[in-house]
Antibody, heavy 123, light 111 residues
């Protein structure tokens, strides 16, 4: 069974750094793209970016480029999303999701999804 | 404001048929497949429809999808109380590389 299990909720202060994780199992980690999606409180889904763990090829949505870093560790089949300096506006639920196909492009979908990591940034 | 436009809300009574629309453009829905995700209250999104009209294993037949030109629709027949959720359409956009778009979401209420 394909599974994506995310790290637990975090409460941070503005300016702090943070790295959340998405640990996968049930498939060949190095051959599927893993994406991150943000959902701010009471709002819709926003695509943030994606990584191919096989060679760490990473692409970002223009809205998130420079604000977050996506990475992966093949040895423990885990993808990460990190911030160097959090802002209160980063308060949101963050989901990781695997692409349904191994090829990046328009013929693809997000499946399955992790359970989400709630990040709260407040002073 | 999302590039993929969905009605913010929809409603129906048990047993009814409800449709949710998703309108885009030539660079997204017009040239790529559409997928639909269901997000039950307090839960992570789940793939509901992929490749315009395909149901993943385990999704009931009463959920169906269609696409025509730059628009897509999700239909739910025989509405049930457990269908009350947020529904999102999504498509790849060719105008920006490596970029998925989500619709703004439609909150479905079962009256």
């Amino acid at each position: 069974e394909v599974q994506l299990v995310q790290s637990g909720a975090e409460v941070k202060e503005p300016g702090e750094s943070l790295k959340i994780s998405c640990t996968t199992s049930g498939f060949t980690f190095t051959t599927y793209w893993i994406a991150w999606v943000r959902q701010m409180p009471g709002k819709g889904l926003e695509y943030m970016g994606i990584i191919y763990p096989g060679d760490s090829d990473t692409r970002y949505s223009p809205s998130f480029q420079g604000h977050v870093t996506i990475s992966a560790d093949k040895s423990i089949t885990t993808a990460y999303l990190q911030w160097t300096s959090l802002k209160t506006s980063d308060t949101a639920m963050y989901y990781c999701a695997r692409l349904g196909h191994i090829t990046l492009g328009g013929y693809n979908w997000f499946h399955p999804w992790g359970q989400g990591t709630m990040v709260t940034v407040s002073s | 404001q999302s590039v993929l436009t969905q009605p913010p809300s929809a409603s129906g009574t048990p047993g009814q048929r409800v449709t949710i629309s998703c309108s885009g453009g030539s660079s997204n829905i017009g040239s790529n497949i559409v997928n639909w995700y269901q997000q039950l209250p307090g839960m992570a999104p789940k793939l509901l429809i992929y490749n315009n009209d395909q149901r993943p294993s385990g999704v009931p037949e009463r959920f169906s999808g269609s696409k025509s030109g730059t628009s897509a629709s999700l239909a739910i027949s025989g509405l049930q109380s457990e269908d009350e959720a947020d529904y999102y359409c999504a498509a790849w956009d060719d105008s920006l590389s490596d970029f998925w778009l989500f619709g703004g979401g439609t909150k479905l209420t079962v009256l």
